[in-house]
T-cell receptor, first 118, second 112 residues
Framework: SQTIHQWPATLVQPVGSPLSLECTVE??????LYWYRQAAGRGLQLLFY??????ISSEVPQNLSASRPQDRQFILSSKKLLLSDSGFYLC?????????????????FGPGTRLLVL | QKEVEQDPGPLSVPEGAIVSLNCTYS??????FMWYRQYSRKGPELLMY????GNKEDGRFTAQVDKSSKYISLFIRDSQPSDSATYLC????????????FGKGTMLLVSP
């Protein structure tokens, strides 16, 4: 079965500090990967998605970036955090198009990282 | 008009009640519909997904889709305190790669 891991679970960082959040998926190959941010009252905001190694699409312009150095690893980064970057960051995966059972492309979420920027 | 509308709640019900959670959408091209449950400080977990109009049942949960009205619902029978969570609807287009569009979620509180 597939599992998705995120770490750290909680992070408190000062404004202007760098950020690196990591997400890994086990039990599947070549998944689509996603980074979301969830802020109170604003729902889930898609930040980045990736359909393969080195392929990153950005949905929202901001001071965050994403990288996919390995097939099942997705990293969210920032060089300098802003107060507005605080939130609950969620990684998700789905089967790629064309794979058996992928017609729905349902996304499965990790446990999330709660980031507080002070 | 937002693509997906969902009442944020909270919706408070007594244990054993039938709960109805709803979403409306504006884009008639949405074809796949999902419901996620999210407990506080946890990631969303998939509850149900459906493609066609009509009902789909899974235990105490029933998902209903009315494409003509652009309206989807999740019914919970015999609600339990453990059902207390935020429920998010999500939907996507049919062709090619497309991302999910989420509602903002409805908070449900089931009191014992």
């Amino acid at each position: 079965s597939q599992t998705i891991h995120q770490w750290p679970a909680t992070l408190v960082q000062p404004v202007g500090s760098p950020l690196s959040l990591e997400c890994t998926v086990e039990g599947t190959s070549n998944p689509n990967l996603y980074w979301y941010r969830q802020a109170a009252g604003r729902g889930l905001q898609l930040l980045f998605y990736s359909v393969g190694i080195g392929q990153i699409s950005s949905e929202v312009p901001q001071n965050l970036s994403a990288s996919r150095p390995q097939d099942r690893q997705f990293i969210l980064s920032s060089k300098k955090l802003l107060l507005s970057d605080s939130g609950f960051y969620l990684c998700a995966w789905s089967l790629p198009s064309g794979r058996l059972g992928s017609q729905i492309e349902t996304q499965y979420f990790g446990p999330g990282t709660r980031l507080l920027v002070l | 008009q937002k693509e997906v509308e969902q009442d944020p709640g909270p919706l408070s019900v007594p244990e054993g009640a039938i709960v109805s959670l709803n979403c409306t959408y504006s884009n008639s091209a949405f074809q796949y519909f999902m419901w996620y449950r999210q407990y506080s400080r946890k990631g969303p977990e998939l509850l149900m997904y459906t493609y066609s109009s009509g009902n789909k049942e899974d235990g105490r949960f029933t998902a209903q889709v009315d494409k003509s009205s652009k309206y989807i619902s999740l019914f919970i029978r015999d609600s339990q305190p453990s059902d207390s969570a935020t429920y998010l609807c999500a939907m996507r287009l049919v062709s090619g790669y497309s991302t999910l569009t989420f509602g903002k979620g409805t908070m449900l509180l089931v009191s014992p």
